[in-house]
T-cell receptor, first 111, second 112 residues
Framework: GENVEQHPSTLSVQEGDSAVIKCTYS??????FPWYKQELGKRPQLIID?????GEKKDQRIAVTLNKTAKHFSLHITETQPEDSAVYFC??????????FGKGTMLLVSP | DAGITQSPRHKVTETGTPVTLRCHQT?????MYWYRQDPGHGLRLIHY???????DKGEVSDGYSVSRSKTEDFLLTLESATSSQTSVYFC???????????FGQGTRLTVV
């Protein structure tokens, strides 16, 4: 089955800095890569996703890049704000499987 | 927010007792999932359903069973709860495999 590795497990940045979270996946057939944000005590919620026919996608301060050859994808957050503090999960899926999540990255943004 | 509701939100139960968690959706989504979330392990799939009466095992299915007799309801049962099943349980729904999954509010289960 699919295996998703996520790094780092924790990330501390100063407000205004950029943050990058990286994930690798094992199944070359994976074709959908969502990112979820989970605030403390809340449910995970989708913040951005990318499909295998696209190399990069942006939504305001958030961007995701995908390198199919290397089987890795990354989440980039620019101009971080304290409200970006949360746990972020990457995930991958093929058309015949279910979402496999990484173990999560706790992002702490200090004012 | 997508129409997905989990009940109960919190439960404390004793080892060896049966427990059933309920997930109810009003979105008519085909897929429903049960995940457990534990520190250091992220979200792990227990079971999922791809239609009424159609279910399959996930990564950590031992000790759990599920049923889906209606499109809107997906039940997770712990036949005989153990302390290792203390966790936060999330239900999720999606229209297709490769689309956004919407999560419920979660159920915090403590087995003592």
């Amino acid at each position: 089955g699919e295996n998703v590795e996520q790094h780092p497990s924790t990330l501390s940045v100063q407000e205004g800095d950029s943050a990058v979270i990286k994930c690798t996946y094992s199944d070359s057939a994976s074709n959908y890569f969502p990112w979820y944000k989970q605030e403390l005590g809340k449910r995970p919620q989708l913040i951005i996703d990318i499909r295998s026919n696209v190399g990069e996608k942006k939504d305001q301060r958030i961007a995701v890049t995908l390198n199919k050859t290397a089987k890795h994808f990354s989440l980039h957050i620019t101009e971080t704000q304290p409200e970006d503090s949360a746990v972020y999960f990457c995930a991958a899926i093929t058309g015949y499987s279910t979402l496999t999540f990484g173990k999560g990255t706790m992002l702490l943004v200090s004012p | 927010d997508a129409g997905i509701t989990q009940s109960p939100r919190h439960k404390v139960t004793e080892t060896g007792t049966p427990v059933t968690l309920r997930c109810h959706q009003t979105e008519n989504h085909r897929y429903m999932y049960w995940y457990r979330q534990d520190p250091g392990h992220g979200l792990r799939l227990i079971h999922y359903s791809y239609g009424v009466k159609d279910t399959d095992k996930g990564e950590v299915s031992d000790g759990y069973s599920v049923s889906r007799s209606k499109t809107e309801d997906f039940l997770l049962t712990l036949e005989s709860a153990t302390s290792s099943q203390t966790s936060v349980y999330f239900c999720a729904i999606s229209d297709h495999r490769e689309t956004e999954a919407f999560f419920g509010q979660g159920t915090r289960l403590t087995v003592v």
